[in-house]
T-cell receptor, first 113, second 114 residues
């Protein structure tokens, strides 16, 4: 079955450091790919997405590119802030099955001043 | 729009008790889903619905029932609570118009079974 693997945390960075969180998927075909973020005590919210190969999703300074050849969707940010401290989840879904996300296990990011 | 709402926010149950977690959305989304979040496990799909009257099992359905009598509501029932069901439960909804539409999540219900 489909699975999503993301780098294990926790990740601790200083403010203004570069962030990469790796994510790979196993789904065949052309899944849609997502990064969700969960701030402490809250539900998940969409950070960015990509629906086809070579698409780049971006939001709030975060970026991720859909790489079909490596089945990857790595999350990057050039300069993190304390307010970026959260848990980040990579997820995919096949075709139009938007009710059926497969999630990675999540990566806890802590950014120190 | 209130988005996706869930009640209660917190609940403590004894083993063997039953209860219903409520979920409602006001975005007229066809798709709704229930997930549970456990430490180190990410989110796992319990049940989902693609429209009123239509439900199906996800990855971890045992011990849970759902029904969808209206577009807006999608309650999750625990039939006989067990300590293994201690978790945070999230309800989500999504537009059904095609690929790539995001799921909108509720704030979660933190359930403890003693």
């Amino acid at each position: 079955g489909d699975s999503v693997t993301q780098m294990e945390g926790p990740v601790t960075l200083s403010e203004e450091a570069f962030l990469t969180i790796n994510c790979t998927y196993t789904a065949t075909g052309y899944p849609s790919l997502f990064w969700y973020v969960q701030y402490p005590g809250e539900g998940l919210q969409l950070l960015l997405k990509a629906t086809k190969a070579d698409d780049k999703g971006s939001n709030k300074g975060f970026e991720a590119t859909y790489r079909k050849e490596t089945t990857s969707f790595h999350l990057e940010k050039g300069s993190v802030q304390v307010s970026d401290s959260a848990v980040y989840f990579c997820a995919d879904t096949l075709g139009g099955s938007n009710y059926k996300l497969t999630f990675g296990k999540g990566t806890l990011l802590t950014v120190n001043p | 729009n209130a988005g996706v709402t869930q009640t209660p926010k917190f609940q403590v149950l004894k083993t063997g008790q039953s209860m219903t977690l409520q979920c409602a959305q006001d975005m007229n989304h066809e798709y709704m889903s229930w997930y549970r979040q456990d430490p180190g496990m990410g989110l796992r799909l319990i049940h989902y619905s693609v429209g009123a009257g239509i439900t199906d099992q996800g990855e971890v359905p045992n011990g849970y029932n759902v029904s969808r009598s209206t577009t807006e509501d999608f309650p999750l029932r625990l039939l006989s609570a067990a300590p293994s069901q201690t978790s945070v439960y999230f309800c989500a909804s999504s537009y059904s118009g095609g690929r790539g539409y995001e799921q909108y999540f509720g704030p979660g219900t933190r359930l403890t079974v003693t």
